[in-house]
């Protein structure tokens, strides 16, 4: 059999023969073709859409054979220059396979790892001109050694900032800058007893910092409306961990009912919500929906940061405490600032203070908002058997898949070069709640122009409709 590619790659005339399925055939006769001299280093091959048409074979049979091919050598791709042959120092002996020195690593063509933004849209300009400004104005004092709590210029523009967006009802003496969310998380396990309510969905990187300090978790059950916040009761907990602007992964905000209710149980039982404010700056299709911190001030820590709003690289976060906490937090961050630089954070106050932060998200608002809908829009082209959700606020979408096919899905992904992250791995273990397949797709790490292959690959991945 043969493949005419139509734009520009090398006619292949391939005969796809002995056992196994189309997948195997096709990657034997790539690799004799490419054994025997009949494809050359450097050679170009057919799309795969050009080649699959032609061999009478599907195009993710064909995508899935180039994958696995670059994976051990043989072939090489670079995203939008098409796949080629690769570069040998000499060539391979007939009969005998290629064997790694170590396990392989794929490389990522493709990335829609969740949580992240996109990083080349930084607002460098924007940044240098607070920078210089906030340094022209720094008191001597700024470049002694640091408060631990922060520098006073960024908490009360923090203050300021959040009770206009946020609905925070906090003072300057009350917030404490810290290196990101989970800096500030440790440092609340450091004042925190007893168990830990968690939603039964969420990150186990963050369970882990709970586990590590030596604190039990208990998850709650998730649906739609967010944590069900009615089982507390049960649970013994001290503390509650929520995301309640935007829940992580599964997308739904915490109802306000139940809003309400955590802070009913918090005033009955002396307990603390922890309140990281996930997402609340990127809403897409609602108003925005202040925090729960609002509520009770002396019942909620109130965790945010600037790692999807501007950068994770620049380690800047902060806590909006009780005020009966405040001093506790402090002696466990240590007499002095060794975790967030000054100039950062007097540059972070002029950021904001003058307008751009709330510029650039806008921005980006607008930015992510064309890549969900791209998402969404694509899925439901090329695979409308395919549940999105989570999708009115965030950075990130929930595919949900059947049942039994979340694993095979992430390695025809990986062989892809295509980085997602299943759904599996954020179950709490010790949760009732029955088990979902899915992939936690992130849509704010590739650059605009790079999104749609990225799609394209992700519909690859997929499992067909049944």
């Not at 992240?116 to 906030?134: E, L, N």
């Not at 059950?221 to 009615?230: K, L, N, Q, S």
Request: with cysteine; proline share 7%.
């Amino acid at each position: 059999m043969s493949g005419l590619p139509p734009d520009g790659g090398s006619d292949l005339h391939l005969e796809l023969t002995g056992g196994g399925g189309a997948r195997v055939r096709l990657m034997r006769a790539l690799r004799e073709a490419i054994r025997s001299g009949l494809l050359a280093p450097g050679t170009r091959l057919p799309p795969y859409r050009a080649l699959a048409l032609d061999l009478g074979i599907a195009r993710n049979t064909v995508a899935a054979a180039y994958a696995e091919l670059v994976e051990e050598g043989w072939l090489t791709s670079r995203q939008g220059s098409g796949t080629y042959v690769a570069h040998r120092a000499a060539p391979l002996e007939p009969d005998r396979r290629r064997v790694p020195d170590r396990p392989s690593r794929l490389r990522v063509i493709h990335d829609l790892m969740p949580s992240s933004p996109d990083a080349a849209a930084f607002p460098r300009s924007s940044w240098i001109t607070s920078a210089r400004r906030a340094l022209a104005a720094a008191p001597s004092d700024a470049f002694g050694v640091g408060d631990p709590r922060g520098r006073p210029e960024l908490r009360q523009a923090l203050v300021d900032y959040l009770a206009r967006t946020r609905g925070v009802r906090t003072k300057a003496e009350h917030v404490v800058i810290c290196s990101g969310y989970a800096h500030g998380l440790r440092l609340v396990c450091q004042v925190l007893g007893g168990p830990v309510a968690v939603e039964a969905y969420g990150l186990d990187f963050h369970r882990s910092i709970l586990t590590g300090a030596g604190l039990t978790t208990v998850p709650l059950t998730v649906d739609a409306h967010g944590a069900r916040v009615e089982e507390l009761s049960a649970t013994g907990a001290k503390a509650v961990l929520l995301t309640p602007a935007h829940q992580y992964p599964t997308g739904g905000a915490l109802h306000a009912e139940r809003r309400a209710a955590v802070i009913d149980w918090a005033r009955a039982t002396g307990g603390l919500l922890l309140e990281d404010d996930y997402d609340g700056e990127f809403r897409y299709d609602r108003e925005p929906i202040g925090a729960v911190q609002g509520l009770d001030p002396d019942r909620v820590v109130y965790f945010g940061s600037t790692s999807k709003s501007l950068s994770p690289a620049l380690r800047l976060g902060w806590m909006a405490l009780p005020g009966r906490l405040v001093d506790d937090i402090v002696a466990a961050k240590g007499p002095r600032e060794l975790w967030s630089g000054v100039t950062d954070q007097l540059t972070l106050a002029d950021f904001i203070t003058c307008g751009a932060y709330d510029r650039q998200l806008r921005r980006m608002r607008g930015i992510y908002r064309r890549r969900r809908d791209l998402l969404t829009v694509t899925l439901a082209e090329r695979a409308p058997h395919i549940t999105v959700s989570g999708i009115a606020a965030g950075l990130h979408a929930v595919l949900d898949l059947p049942a039994g096919s979340e694993q095979a899905t992430l390695r025809a992904a990986r062989r892809l070069g295509l980085a997602v992250e299943g759904l599996g791995p954020h179950r709490h273990p010790g949760s009732t709640m029955p088990p979902r397949d899915g992939l936690v797709i992130g849509y704010g790490t590739p650059r605009e122009h790079a999104i749609a292959a990225a799609l394209d690959a992700l519909c690859l991945a997929l499992p067909d409709a049944p």
